[in-house]
């Protein structure tokens, strides 16, 4: 079992930055950490992955805006967001894989991780 919370939504104006942790209990041992969101009438959407071995992965629509990282003696994976937008309003979700695939680009869909979060609100006004 794998236990993970997140911290560090809140309500912001577009522009500015949050980071997002997700800090991890139980089998902290996985293969992929990654950060989901879902914003109101909207299916879930893959934000950004991290391997064990750091490489990470990223929608289009945040790269050079999100930077995934993991502190692995913390057993935490933060999401810093910077210059944020309207659209990235969402509820954030972490999620642990513990499949081992091959690439990064395995881990880009919800089927593909094994644990959630419960989720933490992000909100950002124009």
């Known amino acids: 079992q794998v236990h993970l919370v997140e911290s560090g939504g809140g309500w912001v104006q577009a522009g500015v930055s949050l980071r997002l942790s997700c800090a991890a209990s139980?089998?902290?041992?996985?293969?992929?950490m990654g950060w989901f969101r879902q914003a109101p009438g909207k299916e879930r959407e893959f934000v950004s992955t991290i391997t064990r071995s750091s490489d990470s992965d990223y929608r289009d629509s945040v790269k050079g805006r999100f930077t995934i990282s993991r502190d692995n003696a913390k057993n935490t994976v933060y999401l810093q967001m910077d210059n944020l937008k309207p659209e990235d309003t969402a509820v954030y979700y972490c999620a642990a894989s513990l499949r081992n695939c091959p690439g990064v680009g395995c881990y880009r869909g919800p089927l593909d991780y094994d644990y959630w979060g419960q989720g933490t609100q992000v909100t950002v006004s124009s």
């Open positions: 139980g089998r902290t041992v996985t293969y992929a």
